[in-house]
């Protein structure tokens, strides 16, 4: 049940993007960035772990849930440590995806060469 | 000097025009196939004894790491011209737009080549990222003082 949810609210939240991309001039950086915003947002309003129940990757997969790992993040440190918490938090859940895309872009960059041609 | 509305027509006279009723239904399917697979994926790892968050976590993971090596051997451009937003959209998209930016500045050196580099895309992912996320705190912070939160 969950695969059918995951498929239908991820591939939704891509098509959705995809218009975005194709009937604005939005770059995909923006989009990254704007999901990431609304990912924090639906957090923060209390619908993104329903979703997320619900439809698993669906939602983490999409950059939902890079911004609802951050604002989880900063809720546990503020539960945690208080009003320190607000600056403690936005780097410890959503560490681990920014950490594993940082480590393995830098290391494959390492091992190959660019494709495209040196100018 | 031609003003920014002449300018904004010769952008669009020269982009190229796409074509949604293509792209649209390409897009949810390859978007919506990924998310499928993680689950799979996710599904697996759980019965492997761990806990629900990590093994989401594992999979966004996993993600990361093939599409930042079909990125490295220049594969993934080719699979993201057919897929379009059902790649470039999941986290696939950010690992590849971190690890092109790296490729892309490794000749200019280790520290402001790559290192610089690498947050072409990310920086502002997880600059934005920090900043919804420290708004949030503060807004959080103050409910919670209030006693509503």
Redesign the interface.
Known sequence: MNILFSFLIGGAICAMCQMLIDLTALTPARILVALVCVGVLTYAVGIYEPLFSEAGCGVSLPLLGFGASVAKGVREAVDASGILGILKGPFTAGSVGCTAALVFAYVFSLIFKSKSKVA | MENSKTYKERIKRHTPK?N?KK???T??????????L???M??AVRKMGVERADA??T???T???IA??L????MFDKLAKYA???L????????N???S????T??EGLVLG?GAG?FT??G???L???L???L??????IL?MLGVA
């Open positions: 796409t949604l792209t649209l239904p897009a949810f399917l390859t978007g919506g196939a990924l998310c499928a993680g689950e799979l996710a599904g989401y976590l999979v966004t993971v993600v990361i790491f930042s090596l990125t490295a051997l220049g379009g937003a059902g470039s959209v999941p986290v696939s998209g950010f690992a737009s971190v690890t930016s790296a490729l892309d490794r000749r790559l690498v895309v990310a502002p992912v997880i934005y990222a920090v919804s996320g420290t949030f705190g503060i807004i959080y912070y919670k």
